[in-house]
């Protein structure tokens, strides 16, 4: 089936099917604080090109004012009910909505800011080329970002030299071989990972091997051991300003 079509039939009845839920989550947001439950943001999509990326609002206003784009679990400027948003990937359910309109794919590289694209490499550019999509390999690898972060002085370096140097690469390995069996079973294991993340983990490594992908990202992708500065692909340097 021709990807896009498979995009718009999914988010179309995925909308539909989750408009209850969307609805309930939407009105406990808005009576939080009283103000808007959407929260949109600039990403760049498919040929840097920018587009409005609607979530759910999981902060308070303004949260992005600070500066600081990768966020933590302990980040204050979560609210308390942001945090129960966060945990089930309830704010990315809207990105649907990204997807019927063209500017996302379901399956793709995640979508990242400006200022983010601006450090990347060369070869990370290629990440560019594609929609980016509402899941991908790293969107199951690495769905505790917020636990790595936490309690960490500068965030945006830490996702630098800990999250971005695989979450690229596991990108950049998902577009050299992505098909539309792969994008199926990458949907399923990624709604397998909210329950039992260790499967779509061991899922995720067996794919990897198959793909005769770098040892150190298959290591990564297993989530056994702790994180460590890396460069990001296309670089030999760790990135250590941010």
């Known amino acids: 089936m021709n990807k896009r079509l498979f995009d718009i039939f999914i988010s179309f009845f995925g909308l539909l099917f989750f408009s209850p839920i969307l609805i309930i989550v939407i ?23 920018q587009f409005n990326m609607i979530k759910l609002r999981s902060m308070l206003v303004d949260a992005d004012k600070s500066g600081v784009v990768s966020s933590s679990n302990n980040d204050m400027r979560i609210t308390p009910i942001g945090h129960k948003i966060r945990k089930y990937k309830l704010d990315e359910f809207i990105q649907l909505w990204n997807v019927l309109n063209g500017d996302m794919s379901l399956v793709g ?15 990370e550019k290629k990440l560019l080329l594609v929609r980016p999509g ?23 370096l830490t996702y630098n030299q800990l999250i971005r140097p695989w979450k690229s690469r596991l990108g950049l390995i998902y577009i050299n071989n992505q098909s539309f069996l792969l994008d ?12 039992s993340r260790q499967r779509a983990l061991n899922w995720v490594v067996s794919q990897l091997k198959l793909f ?16 460590y500065p890396f460069p990001p692909p296309g670089s030999d340097k760790v990135v250590i300003k941010r």
Not at 134 to 150: A, N, P, Q, W
Not at 218 to 227: A, H
Request: zero cysteines; glycine letters at 4%; proline letters at 4%.
């Open 109 to 123: 590289p995640r979508p990242n800011v400006k200022d983010e694209t601006n450090l990347y490499t060369d070869i």
């Open 212 to 227: 005769n992908v770098d040892s150190k990202v298959v290591k990564i992708s297993k989530r056994e051991q702790d994180l």
């Open 134 to 156: 509402i899941t991908d390999f790293s969107s199951i690898v690495f769905s505790d970002e917020g636990e790595i972060l936490e309690g960490k002085e500068n965030p945006n």
């Open 184 to 195: 199926i079973k990458i949907i399923i294991h990624t709604l397998v990972a909210i329950f």
């Open 27 to 49: 009105f406990l947001i808005w009576i939080e604080d009283k103000k808007s439950p959407f929260y949109i943001t600039q990403r760049l999509g498919k040929g840097e090109k």
